[in-house]
């Protein structure tokens, strides 16, 4: 790859579950440090795309590169790829027989061969940084949703991830708790990672997004810096949604 | 009639010192049931992740294959003739008996206990896998770190009560002339002719222990339900 700030490049991405054709086609690129928001209709393939990006889905035609390699051959190590890409799901899916900590600290010290003080030493600043440090020992079934969202977050970022994807990170999430999982996201932005995040939240897309696309029937049908993308939509239906969302 | 009560129970344990079968007889019960409960929690494993893994992946269908015919053979025979089998005909050159029971109870209880498993493992939310897989973990290492440990908590009952139905089960044993403890009892009536103190004292031991395994799942139960839900 010629452009190293290109960290995701896909090219013609297809997905069919079945006989439903759910992505008929995307291209796009993600670079590095890059805060990418996807929006659309629920059933629009936006999920789909992002699950491709780390494989939990396989595409069923098409190309992605990420830093260069093409990941959807056979030929790429799936385990270690993933090992730089965070996930953050919709509902959260903490490891409930572990506490906080521990769900934090198993993958460095599983993978990434880290010691019991090393890790614990990452889980630690990553609880200070999420604003939860005492809630170390507590088990995810004590926690309110957004403090378990925030401790997901955490989990992935202990890996040290390139790149963070959020699958509706917000969607579960009871109102009052959905600015405190936003905030941590922001803050995440703005310390430089890249981001892919399927969201719901057209203020988040708004302020936080570099770039803003919208899919439908499993293309991407608009694709713009925010202040355009919300100030001056081109596709009809891309203004029908936004004036049913906003 | 107090006198006769008497006598009967002093044939039945004081004569020629006859409360040793019983004694005899109970700890092979116990070894029995015991490794066999370990047997059938390997192979209860090892079968679920099999079934699973294949149902999941469309990988190890050979195995899976094979997975089937044993779970099929093993619930669709009774304990009793595998036993058999396994004594006069599959281990016809072994002279231990209590090898053979451990074995046939063993594989046994193995089907049900992968039964018990399989359902456990697939009772986990997917996203519990999703999640290990997006971390970088292999298929395996979810599997070992993060589902079968929530898998395990969430059958431990049922594994419980499979092991008292495993208990109860070994009084078969008698049928390839294994001293255990039914047989002891038995034994115990066709020197004294005298049935009601021999079988009941092996039916009050039997109960004695189920009750006791029994007291110990509920107590296991409560704590699993107190804990970190």
């Known amino acids: 790859m010629t452009d190293n700030n290109v960290l995701f490049e896909i090219k013609n991405l297809t997905k069919t579950f079945g006989k439903t054709q759910v992505l008929r086609g995307i291209n796009t690129t993600i670079k590095q440090g890059e805060v990418l928001v996807i929006i659309g209709p629920s059933g629009s393939g936006k999920s789909t795309f ?37 996930m953050v799901f919709q509902q959260f899916n903490l490891f409930p027989h572990m506490t906080v900590k521990k769900n934090i600290m198993l993958a460095p010290m599983k993978l990434l061969k880290m010691s019991e003080e090393e890790a614990s030493e990452v889980a630690d600043r990553l609880l200070e940084r999420v604003g939860l440090p005492d809630k170390a020992n507590a088990y995810p079934g004590q926690l309110s949703g957004g403090q378990k969202q925030r401790i997901a977050i955490a989990r992935s970022l202990a890996m040290n991830p390139d790149v963070m994807l959020f699958d509706e990170p917000t969607s579960a999430l009871d109102p009052e708790m959905v600015g405190e999982v936003l905030q941590l996201m922001k803050e995440l932005a703005e310390s430089g990672m890249t ?41 009809e239906r891309l203004k029908e949604f936004l004036s049913k969302v906003l | 009639m107090k006198e006769e009560f008497i006598q009967k129970f002093t044939q039945t344990f004081i004569t020629d ?63 009793t003739v595998q036993l058999l089998i396994m004594y006069y005909v599959i281990m016809q050159s072994s002279n231990n008996k209590i090898l053979v029971a451990i074995l046939t109870f063993g594989i046994n209880s193995g089907a049900y206990v992968a039964e018990i498993v399989r359902s456990g493992i697939s009772s986990i939310d997917r996203g519990q896998f999703e999640a290990g897989r997006s971390l970088g973990f292999t298929y395996g290492q979810t599997m070992w770190y993060i589902i ?79 804990g970190d839900r």
């Open chain 2, 148 to 226: 079968i440990p929530q898998a395990f908590k969430n059958v431990l009952p049922a594994l419980a009560n499979e092991f008292i139905t495993l208990l109860k089960e070994t009084s078969v044993s008698g049928y390839v002339a294994l001293n255990d403890l039914t047989r002891a009892g038995d034994l115990v009536r066709s020197r004294t002719y005298e049935a009601f103190f021999p079988l009941i004292t092996v039916a009050l031991i039997y109960l004695t222990l189920v009750i006791f395994l029994t007291m110990g799942v509920s107590k296991l139960e409560r704590r699993l339900h107190t």
């Open chain 1, 195 to 235: 981001m892919a995040v399927v969201t719901h939240e057209m203020g988040f897309a708004r302020e936080v997004a570099s770039r803003v696309v919208f899919i439908d029937d499993g293309v991407i049908q608009e694709d713009e810096k925010p202040e355009e993308f919300f100030g001056n939509p081109k596709n």
């Open chain 1, 50 to 86: 992002l699950r491709c990006l780390n494989l939990l889905e396989e595409p069923t035609d098409g190309e992605i590169f990420f830093e260069g390699n093409k990941i959807n051959d056979k030929s790429c190590n799936v385990n270690l790829l993933r090992e730089k890409m965070g």
């Open chain 2, 17 to 79: 010192d006859r409360y040793k079968y019983f004694i005899d007889g109970l700890k092979i019960t116990l070894l029995i049931a015991a490794l066999a409960a370990c047997i059938g929690i390997v192979i209860g494993f090892l079968i679920a992740i099999i079934k699973v893994t294949s149902e999941r992946t469309g990988k190890l269908k050979l195995l899976n294959v094979l997975a089937n015919i044993y779970l099929t053979v093993i619930r669709g025979t009774p304990a």
